[in-house]
């Protein structure tokens, strides 16, 4: 269908960490989860998790969830990105959308963007992405866009990718 998604193979390892309220008392967790699970489609899955925690006990899978922990995506400030612009223009029925997260340093090559919005009502498309010196840029569009017509710039998600992390940032300014 030409659609870039991503996902995990075999194995995912979500941590979580907990705070007791009385450390030397067990904890118990109880929730629920939904996820897809896909291999040519996507089918809905919900696991419960209900168990008592034993106090001062490592996790039997330790290693993987500190190995899951190194891997996990990295703040704007953590990864050293010092501005999130972007600039929007009326394209027809959508919304051409630029943007550009600068970081302090020179970036690897091969980076690309995805970007979320906080409006389940948009559709904004995988953007085409490039790297120039220390900055990421990207360039999508958006539909769906209904209504008032607004774009709330506080609200947008840019995930920086590539082969070794991932950097979240929250929000851009307007493009000076």
Not at 18 to 40: H, I, K, Q, W
Not at 56 to 83: F, H, M, N, W, Y
Request: glycine share 10%.
């Amino acid at each position: 269908y030409g659609m870039l998604t991503f996902g995990y193979k075999k194995q995912l390892v979500l941590p979580i960490h907990l705070t007791p309220r009385n450390p030397a008392a067990p904890v118990s967790v109880d929730f629920e989860m939904a996820y897809g699970v896909c291999e040519e489609i996507c089918m809905l899955a919900v696991s419960d998790f209900d168990e008592t925690l034993a106090t001062g006990t490592p996790p039997e899978a330790q290693p993987e969830i500190l190995d899951a922990l190194s891997k996990r995506t990295l703040s704007a400030t953590e990864s050293g990105v010092t501005a999130a612009t972007c600039s929007f223009a009326i394209d027809g029925k959508s919304v051409a959308m630029d943007t550009t997260v600068t970081f302090a340093a020179p970036q690897a090559p091969g980076q690309y963007t995805v970007i979320e919005s906080g409006n389940p009502g948009l559709w904004i498309s995988l953007p085409q992405s490039w790297n120039s010196g220390n900055q990421v840029r990207s360039k999508t569009r958006i539909d769906g866009l209904r209504g008032s017509g607004m774009i709330d710039r506080r609200g947008l998600t840019i995930t920086v990718l590539d082969a070794a992390r991932s950097v979240q940032v929250n929000g851009c300014t307007g493009a000076g």
